[in-house]
Nanobody, 116 residues
Framework: QVQLVESGGGLVQAGGSLRLSCAASGIIFSINYMGWYRQTPGKQRELVALITTGGSSYYVDSAKGRFTISRDNTKNTVYLQMNSLKPEDTAVYYC??????????WGKGTLVTVSS
């Protein structure tokens, strides 16, 4: 089992910044990648960014140039630095970890609210 705990969400004005953290615990040695997803009411959860165990990262177009995903392997933690936030970034942000073989684990989410 893998447990994921997100933190760092909150209320911020448009143009501001937040850093989300996702701390992983449990059987984490076989995790292939970790990622951040977000979801708003009535919409499907969507990928924001992911990072592999090798450190390669991927961003959706709306996050490129504004968000940075990183990881601290010594702390088993993945971060999402979000700059130049927009009201449309408002969502619940979830951390996901995927193992070899496709088994996925999710955190409970952290709410990000960007006011205009």
């Amino acid at each position: 089992q893998v447990q994921l705990v997100e933190s760092g969400g909150g209320l911020v004005q448009a143009g501001g910044s937040l850093r989300l953290s996702c701390a992983a615990s449990g059987i984490i040695f076989s995790i292939n990648y970790m990622g951040w997803y977000r979801q708003t009411p009535g919409k499907q959860r969507e990928l924001v960014a992911l990072i592999t165990t090798g450190g390669s990262s991927y961003y959706v177009d709306s996050a490129k140039g504004r968000f940075t995903i990183s990881r601290d392997n010594t702390k088993n933690t993945v971060y999402l630095q979000m700059n130049s936030l927009k009201p449309e970034d408002t969502a619940v942000y979830y951390c996901k970890a995927e193992r070899s073989g496709g088994m996925a684990y999710w955190g409970k989410g952290t709410l990000v609210t960007v006011s205009s």
